[in-house]
């Protein structure tokens, strides 16, 4: 099941100072907004990922598409349903009441090529806000806002994961539409891709140079020879004229989606129910029916919870097992006022932090005690802790929410202090020689901090920056 | 037993176009001919591999050799029998008719050193036309034809396989034989490998430039003495006037070997035997008696099958398990006349296609919907086909034969059309909305085909390139 | 429990020539030095691995620490204590005479704070000379010499590991004292990091340009806050005004620990009690209990014995089950007066040659026949054999000791001569023919050496350099 294929790039992490950062790219659809974080600096180079912002109206529909890197995908904020398609499994959602309506309609139009019966389509999912999603890459997606709020997402795209063989450029795909139509909303981003696809096509094709969906690179009567019907209908499939972008507006859509329901593990019927007559292969016992979603936002998820200090939320490949194979992890944070997340270094993993609301001060520290971050944070804002570099976050007034994706399914943090921390599971001796310290003070350096990892605050403020 | 070193050389993989290439470099000799395809274009960085392609005369043999990559082999034409030496396994061939007539002549030379006996060495297996032979790196190899027309096999090289912890160049390490002779055929991969030796070797050694094998480093003596023979005996094995190149003629040739089977895996009592006698190491219980071939040439193997269209037959760990280790797997196509294979993407794997017979067309796009492949292919011609873009083949009138080398144990692919398609698994409702489509038009799109991935042609030619 | 992160280095492998080198930098601590390979060198970036050799007076401590890689450490010479510090671990021992004590004191003093009781740790681990310590990255480590002579360490720390996902840089955190105070033994080792820490911080903190512990970099009431002590005492966890070094002189270091015992796989109890009380976490089960270290000084622990030629001693995943998670392994030899080790290739690793005592001489051979290694090696050297280049060994007068350092967990080697030899493996009538030689000459280069890969010497020198 595993990718274990080498990586390509180099990379280099001869970080001086990090950044919390805004997405640079910015891309209007018709329906919402795509935003990235730029790469192009050196803590995104170091950690080798890519980061998304989707913002999706009401009605709104992410079309179609694929990417070359594996992703976690956070629900800031709203509702939706996700459809997948995994090649291989079955079209398990069966519509029983279009099929009575439809069936009417074909008979009468004597469409013989139409199946009898409504429409069957693989499994989609419901979700929503606090959710964390994990999508293999390659895996063809769509998003739709069935909500009545926007549908805010970030997601992380780890383009230096194995399952990624070509280089750390991060690649949508299209099914369909135009994703970057000329003229539409002139980004930064847009621009990029346009250069880089004039580029490619160097002299030869000089007046054709909006980029489209993958249709569009293929010849139109081959296409219409493949899928058996008209060639008009294959201009369709290559949208060249769509000017809706990547996100369109869908004001009736009518898919079938179960009820939602607080968490998917306590629906063994649906399991089994997804293996009923798909095509065998090798990934159908662990994908078709593979559990992709856990909500982290539910308080009483948490797994270190201080009333006076906030809890935390972790997500790894022990209960959600799909991220085994993407080898990504999450925490969600939730600092109350001017409490402190312990002092830290993440062991075997880079942890790249997003800010979902609040605010709150963020110290790292590298290898040679250099500081390399020393600032304020604030919703909306990325910060990328590289492996083994020590981090402390102290929540400002209103609290500190954030979720951290990691680049191990696995992840595993050592703390610098309190109950789980490395001083205190050191001999008196070392810390006494080694701080030229009191056995007594070696003893208070140990045992006055109890808390686990998240410790209540008490002073406010007042740290030179 | 899977080795998972990170890789360690820099592929970038903007590609503008591919190209269908034959080899470029050729090298001559005595019974045969080695040609390597060019790795210095942009496919074959980016999918970090390197492909040879050797003709072997009848009689002839290919001297003994190791790789620094694993391969798949696919013999394209004739039969042989391939040795390999697997350190800590069992000599478990003997030939007892040998033995007697040998034990005379030794008991006449008096030579005690000798064992009594006849030869002993280990497992020989017998190839022929349609199998696909999984070679790990480091192991060494030797080819024999032992057949009455040509032998030709095409190899996939993977060298940004983790087995790999060199850099990405492609080197051969021969045992025996001088494997690049001066004044043999000047031939540019000759040319070189020759300046790389030249310029390794710097000032110091200028007047010997040859290449030689693996004894020509080491010092004479030291060999005799390590061998406890005579150092004339040890200017054989360095092979300095050598001048037959790798491949030699070998007229009388009387290696032990099985009759040839059908199936290695019908022969449980074989497996058994080559663990008798063995040095215990780890790799014992799954590489001595592993399975190393499977013939992917007979039509019953197809596990595709459209009697309108062709047939294709998949090589992956689950039938082949030494894949599993090698991290790579291989895909046999026959397409009839005018045949379609449906477009498709590779989810996890860069696709290497060998053309074995006949011709067609072969369309590729990248992700930004662009063309960067719309040609014919024909028979010896190679075409990269990268992970994640999308890929057409349609047969021409003689059909099309071809091996595809994956670059995963088990590839996996998305089809875009047909009954396995992406589009086929979406709700109506999604691709009515996408492409702008009535309901009628999207269940066209999603059932017009009802044929898997092999398409019987219909109309000939007349596709726009 | 593995990590399958792909690396980012580029590396190239054009090697020319090989040396053996000893350390280029030092830098002296107060009791005790350390020394790094130069990494700079073209088979050190082949390789991807750095190197490190400590010196630790008696009463010297290494304090406490975590690198970006794992480590390979051999004990040249001495003996000592190893902490390890792996979060989520139970601090299992603990030392009830003490408590009682200390009990008196902390009562007089009236800290309600402290726990009332003696000192509570995690495990402490004994180790003498001849041991191999397999230490993950990222753990927290410090080494104290309670022998009587000089502890003498070597390690090698695997950069280019999947555990390593910051770039190919070796780095250390300290998490005490002042690693590399100004003023002290101005070594090019300490100026280089003294200048990439310039270098990093820039024109902003030009004037406060030492490199220190990894609290230095936090600031000063933060961290008073963080452990609830006064922020004096945050000073000394700061470490600026340290003038110590890394390795610190201890003269009363009364931590507790088991007697020293042969073996610890001998010991099943304490195994089990490692798990009493810990928090549960994802490596629980494998690594607060896994076995870190194991003898291969002993003669009795030979895998490989030949009382005429020497021992080898082997360590890979089979016997040390946590090197499957480090990937690495070791094998230590001992060459008697002029004996041979057999000509091989490594087949799937690195492997990096340190000599422990003696001399002798060494070729190393690359793909195209050049030798790039033809020298006398002696005590102190280390020479990196690349991947699938073939070596050969000879002691002088003294005999040889070596200790060999793997890239593989289960590395595989392919001996040219002797009884496992692939000469051994072929028919005779490849040799005859490859090597265009008799029956007779194939037979002696078969069967002439009975012995498997430790050769006795016959010869006394004499061979060409």
Redesign the interface.
Known sequence: ?????????????????LSAREPTYKFDSEAGTTEFWDRNNEEFE???VAAVRNVIQPQG?L??H?N?APQLLYIVQGSGLL?T?????A?T?ESPQRERS?RG?ESR?G?S???TGG?Q??K?RQFRQGDVLALP????L?FYNNGQQRLVTVALLDT????????L?F???????NP?PRGQSGSRYEEE?RG??E????EQQQQRCQ?????????????A?????DPE?VR??Q?RE?QRGRI?R?ER????SPEFEEREEQRPSREREGRRGS?P???EETICTMRLRENLGRPSRADVYNPRGGRISTL?S?NLPILNWL?LSAERGVLYQNA?M??Y??????SILYILRGSGRI?V????????F?DEVREGQMLIV???F?V?K?AGNQGLDYIAFK??D?A??????GR?S??????????M?????S???A???????EEATV?AG??SG???T
């Not at 859509?253 to 079938?256: M, P």
């Open positions: 099941q595993q990718q274990h294929r080498r990586g390509r790039a180099r990379t280099e992490c001869r970080i001086q100072s170091c950690a080798g529909l079309l179609p694929y070359n459809g398609v995994i090649p291989g499994c079209e959602y439809m309609e139009e469409e090529q139409f199946r429409d389509h693989q989609v890459a390659g895996v063809t769509w230096s994961n194995p399952a990624n063989q070509l280089d450029q690649r949508h795909f299209f099914l369909a539409g970057n891709i880089r696809r580029q490619e096509q160097g980029t489209g969906n993958l249709f569009d690179g293929f010849d139109q009567n081959l296409l020879d493949v899928f058996n019907v209908l369709n499939l949208g769509d369109i869908v859509f009518d898919v079938l095509q292969n090798g990934l790894n022990h080898q402190i312990a002092p270094w993440n062991m075997n993993a880079h110290q520290v590298g290898d040679t005690g250099n500081s390399v020393n590289p492996q083994n020590a402390v102290r680049t191990n696995q595993m943090t050592s703390p610098l202090a789980l490395a001083i205190r599971a050191m001999p008196e001796e070392v810390l020689n080694s701080y030229q310290i056995r007594q003070e003893r208070s350096l140990k045992y006055n901090r410790f008490r002073r007042g740290y030179s």
